[in-house]
Each structure stands twice: as C-alpha cells, then as structure tokens.
C-alpha cells in the first residue's frame, strides 16, 4: 500500500471498545436498579446486545432514527428481561451519559495509532452520532490522532452509503487511490467502502468473518506490518 496518505477508520468495535465500555455501563444500571431478583446480569447483558444489534441494524438501513435507538431500546430490553418498563427511560439516559464516557480501547490500539500518525493522516467515518462519538475519543486520549471526523449525522448519509465516504474524501481532501478504509462490518465498512472505490482492511479478532476485504486482521499491531 505503497500510495496509501489516508487511514480512514471505524470507530465503535474497531478502536473503542464498545462491548466492554457498555457491559461496564449495564452492570451500573442492573446494580441500581436491582434487577438479581428478576433478571440474572448475563441474561439482562445479552438481552442488551441482541436488542442494540438488532436496531443498528435497522438504522443502518434507514429504517428507524435515532431517536428510536434512544426511547425503545430499553424499553425493548425491560420487556424480554421482566424488568418494569417505568425504569426504561432513566436507564436509558443513564446509559447515554456514561457509556461514552468509558476509556476502553480495543487491544493495541495506541502503539498502532502512535505509529501510523507518523507516516499518514488519520480520519473516522462511523455510523455514530454527532454529541456521543467525540466524547468516546476524548474519553479514551485518541481525538488527537484524528484530521477529519465524519458521522452519519453530518454526513447525512449512512455507511455503506457511498455519501458518506464521498464526504470523508471531500473533507479531508483525499483521493480514492491513495485512501484505505479499516472496519469490523463486513457489510457497513468493507462491501461499502470497496463498492465506492478504495481499497479496505477488516478487523476481525475473530478471524471467522467473511468479506471482499484486500486485507483481513485479527489485531490491530498487524497494521503496522502492512504499512
């Protein structure tokens, strides 16, 4: 990848560790609300999941907004769990406020950042929102590696919406053949950005996704092998 100027990454799963961030913030709510009577804590976290899987989905396919992520979430979650659904709004916001603001990294994350930010620009493209992803790298001491930080939100359109790519190249003033996209869906970020044109890497620590990624990595430290 000899041409390569600009890194362009996924946020959520691919740097910030959004399952621990969250599953720290669930057991905070689960504790206040003290749920063990009704519901056992890995029941109610991976209720969670499926539930917030499920609507990010339908999200990313325009069927709901984000407001709908925000109200019914918990909502959802209380009434497969047994929980009463007059706790789903505070937990709700309860969980907004606080899990963006947890610091956990993906393995590796910084020594990879510390030395690509020596040869490339660095920029973010996620699905995430406008008032909770900044806060998500300021939290975690990454805001600082990044140029350009692009959202669905500003963007107005969704990854793997070539919009939002075209946007990212826009604002950081980026040509496609010397641009690489790295990301954990193999939907969203891979089959999106490659239909647009520029070359991808999965971050896959499973190492059991399937896409049409030029590259494939289980660990992020591997990036610095491939540049």
């Known amino acids: 990848?000899?041409?390569?100027?600009?890194?362009?990454?996924?946020?959520?799963?691919?740097?910030?560790?959004?399952?621990?961030?969250?599953?720290?913030?669930?057991?905070?709510?689960?504790?206040e609300l003290g749920a063990s009577d009704t519901v056992s804590l890995k029941k109610f976290i991976n209720t969670y999941?499926?539930?917030?899987?499920?609507?990010?989905?339908?999200?990313?396919?325009?069927?709901?907004?984000?407001d709908y992520i925000k109200n019914y979430r918990f909502v959802e979650v209380f009434k497969k769990t047994g929980i009463q659904e007059s706790?789903?709004?505070?937990?709700?916001?309860?969980?907004?406020?606080?899990?963006?603001?947890?610091?956990?990294?993906?393995?590796?994350?910084?020594?990879?950042?510390?030395?690509?930010?020596?040869?490339?620009k660095l920029h973010i493209i996620t699905n995430g929102f406008n008032d909770v992803q900044p806060l998500k790298m300021k939290s975690s001491g990454i805001q600082s590696y990044f140029d350009v930080i692009v959202t669905s939100e500003t963007s107005e359109a969704r990854k793997p919406e070539p919009g939002i790519f075209y946007d990212a190249l826009q604002r950081a003033n980026a040509q496609k053949n010397e641009s690489v996209m790295i990301g954990d869906n193999p939907k969203t970020d891979i089959h999106g950005a490659r239909d647009f044109g520029i070359k991808t890497i999965l971050y896959d620590p499973s190492g059991k996704k399937r896409s049409m990624a030029d590259y494939s990595i289980q660990s992020l430290d591997e990036l610095i092998r491939i540049f």
């Open 87 to 120: 706790h789903a709004e505070k937990s709700s916001l309860y969980f907004m406020a606080n899990c963006s603001k947890k610091p956990h990294l993906m393995e590796h994350t910084k020594i990879t950042l510390d030395y690509l930010i020596k040869k490339y």
């Open 49 to 66: 999941y499926d539930v917030n899987d499920k609507l990010w989905y339908k999200y990313n396919k325009k069927l709901i907004d984000r």
């Open 1 to 31: 990848m000899k041409e390569i100027k600009h890194i362009f990454f996924d946020l959520d799963h691919t740097l910030w560790d959004y399952d621990r961030n969250a599953q720290e913030t669930l057991v905070e709510i689960y504790n």
